[in-house]
């Protein structure tokens, strides 16, 4: 029940396309759904993050999608660049107060080609 | 913008050996924890740490593992007896407060030969 589960696990893209990764969870206690980026040899870095109680969030081309009813939420890249290359990270946690302990899905490697 | 800074980038043990990666974290955070991920797979939690005591430990860590914070600043992960299936990227990861954004350090990357 602590899963998330993501897709596709690699995922090709034109330069300007739009880039779709879409996780989904069992456990609806999680309460905090973020994005990370990760470039090889670095750590995930915080991308995007959206709470239940919102549909939809925005930031500059990166836009999650969720779904609570369906337990699914998605990140949509626009326009995306050859920059945008590396491997996205879907993950969801449950706040504690003393912990925001994140469980990860399990990767998508997006390469941009020219 | 402030980083978490980890040490080494890469350590190389033998089976057995004991090693320690350290954590500086952020500045005035106060929730640290460790994360792990083997080559290729996906990032998996190992401990939280809050108040100098472990909040939340998952089924990875064991009796091999421990954590702590030994003079206020450094955060550190000490595995006992190092197996193969330990070596991993070691993410440290560090929140100011628990609804604030969790910020990962470029990892520590343990190869045990």
């Known amino acids: 029940q602590q899963q998330v589960k993501q897709s596709p696990q690699s995922l090709i893209v034109q330069k300007g396309g739009i880039s779709i990764i879409n996780c989904a969870y069992e456990?609806?206690?999680?309460?905090?759904f973020p994005w990370y980026q990760q470039f090889p040899g670095k750590g995930p870095a915080l991308l995007i993050a959206?709470?239940?109680?919102?549909s939809e969030k925005k930031e500059g081309r990166f836009t999650i999608s969720f779904n609570k009813s369906a337990k699914q939420f998605s990140l949509h890249i626009m326009d995306s660049q050859p920059g945008d290359s590396a491997t996205y990270f879907c993950?969801?946690?449950?706040?504690?107060?003393?912990?925001?302990?994140?469980?990860f899905g399990t990767g998508t490697r997006l390469q941009v080609t020219l | 913008e402030p980083e978490v800074t980890q040490t080494p980038s890469h350590q190389v043990t033998q089976m057995g050996q004991e090693v320690i990666l350290r954590c500086v974290p952020i500045?005035?955070?106060?929730?640290f924890y460790w994360y792990r991920q083997i080559l290729g797979q996906k990032v998996e939690f190992l401990v939280s740490?809050?108040?100098?005591?472990?909040?939340?430990k998952s089924e990875i860590f064991d009796d091999q593992f421990s954590v702590e914070r030994p003079d206020g600043s450094n955060f550190t992960l000490k595995i006992r007896s190092t197996k193969l299936e330990d070596s991993a990227m070691y993410f440290c990861?560090?929140?100011?407060?628990?609804?604030?954004?969790?910020?990962f350090g470029n990892g520590t990357r343990l190869t045990v030969t």
């Open positions: 993950a969801a946690s449950i706040n504690t107060g003393t912990a925001s302990k994140l469980t």
């Open positions: 990861t560090t929140q100011g407060d628990h609804n604030s954004p969790l910020h």
């Open positions: 740490f809050y108040n100098n005591e472990i909040s939340e």
């Open positions: 456990n609806t206690a999680f309460d905090y």
């Open positions: 959206i709470r239940p109680d919102v």
């Open positions: 500045s005035n955070h106060l929730y």
